[in-house]
T-cell receptor, first 114, second 110 residues
């Protein structure tokens, strides 16, 4: 059971480039989400999904796209990278239901946009 | 106003000390509260959760919620160097959206 996996671990982009951050989970969780973590700002929700084919925006969605074609995968796309998107990105998954359902986080992707 | 506010610290204590970590939240409708621990260069992991007001104890850790003052706390007794990490408080709304504090960095000195 690998849990939540993220690739790549680290990426450097130039302004205007696009890329996809991959996230996969093998726990058959319905709920998946993407966060960014910045110093002094904490974890902020970018997008989330409550099941395959269903996505919704979080607190800071601008500049990011997501799709959920399968239960296991939830990729995050940066359409045209900007320096303001330099951050650490975490993917998370949990079973839907009560608050007692644990949210599991991946190891993170560190992104630097020059 | 952010949904959850947390003192970022850093906090440095000697081994064996009692540690108190605190957060405030803005929306009185929140009923679910969590504490996550995050080691350096790792993803957060759930430490404890509580529902509504009251205390919950798990070993050396106690989570406390005071809904009248919108205050949530985490106490660590007999702190150990392995407790050195960043601690994030969080709450969840009825739509399954999570709101996190900025995290408090804790160092326990042997």
């Amino acid at each position: 059971n690998a849990g939540v996996t993220q690739t790549p671990k680290f990426q450097v982009l130039k302004t205007g480039q696009s890329m996809t951050l991959q996230c996969a989970q093998d726990m058959n969780h319905e709920y998946m989400s993407w966060y960014r973590q910045d110093p002094g700002m904490g974890l902020r929700l970018i997008h989330y999904s409550v099941g395959a084919g269903i996505t919704d925006q979080g607190e800071v969605p601008n500049g990011y796209n997501v799709s959920r074609s399968t239960t296991e995968d939830f990729p995050l796309r940066l359409l045209s990278a900007a320096p303001s998107q330099t951050s650490v990105y975490f993917c998370a998954s949990r079973r839907t239901g009560g608050f007692q359902e644990t949210q599991y986080f991946g190891p993170g992707t560190r992104l630097l946009v020059l | 106003q952010k949904e959850v506010e947390q003192d970022p610290g850093p906090l440095s204590v000697p081994e064996g000390a009692i540690v108190s970590l605190n957060c405030t939240y803005s929306n009185s409708a929140f009923q679910y509260f969590m504490w996550y621990r995050q080691y350096s260069r790792k993803g957060p992991e759930l430490l404890m959760y509580t529902y509504s007001s009251g205390n919950k104890e798990d070993g050396r850790f106690t989570a406390q919620v005071d809904k009248s003052s919108k205050y949530i706390s985490l106490f660590i007794r007999d702190s150990q160097p392995s407790d050195s990490a960043t601690y994030l408080c969080a709450t969840m709304n009825t739509g399954n959206q999570f709101y996190f504090g900025t995290g408090t960095s804790l160092t326990v000195i042997p």
